[in-house]
């Protein structure tokens, strides 16, 4: 059974930062292009970030292109999502995940390309 589990979110003032972790189980996680998407209140869930089974190749929503970095440690089963510049629309639930098939990744945040979600973890930046 595939487990997420993402950490890191927190209260931050615009501008600062915050690093989100995931960490994955019960699935070869080196095999599996990952995903950071993100739903803030009272909206629906947004793609943000890709990255590749390898790391090699990466995508980013144009609403955090050029302030979030993803990155993977395969050693560790770990996805991660340093987040610079923040601001207060980037408030939401901030959600790890797999793409479905495996050696798969592509420029989409169709939901039904990815499986294995987490819980979240919480962002929030004052203003």
């Known amino acids: 059974q595939v487990q997420v589990v993402e950490s890191g979110g927190g209260l931050v003032q615009a501008g600062g930062s915050l690093r989100l972790s995931c960490t994955v189980t019960?699935?070869?996680?080196?095999?599996?292009?990952m995903a950071w998407f993100r739903q803030a209140p009272g909206k629906e869930r947004e793609g943000i970030s890709s990255?590749?089974?390898?790391?090699?190749?990466?995508y980013y929503a144009d609403s955090v292109k050029g302030r979030f970095t993803i990155s993977r440690d395969n050693a560790k089963n770990a996805l991660y999502l340093q987040m610079d510049s923040l601001k207060p629309e980037d408030t939401a639930m901030y959600y790890c995940?797999?793409?479905?098939?495996?050696?798969?990744?592509?420029?989409?945040?169709?939901?039904?390309?990815?499986?294995?979600w987490g819980q979240g973890t919480q962002v929030t930046v004052s203003s």
């Open positions: 019960g699935l070869m996680f080196d095999k599996y292009a």
């Open positions: 995940t797999a793409f479905r098939m495996p050696y798969y990744i592509a420029p989409s945040w169709r939901e039904d390309l990815f499986g294995s």
């Open positions: 990255i590749s089974w390898g790391g090699i190749k990466t």
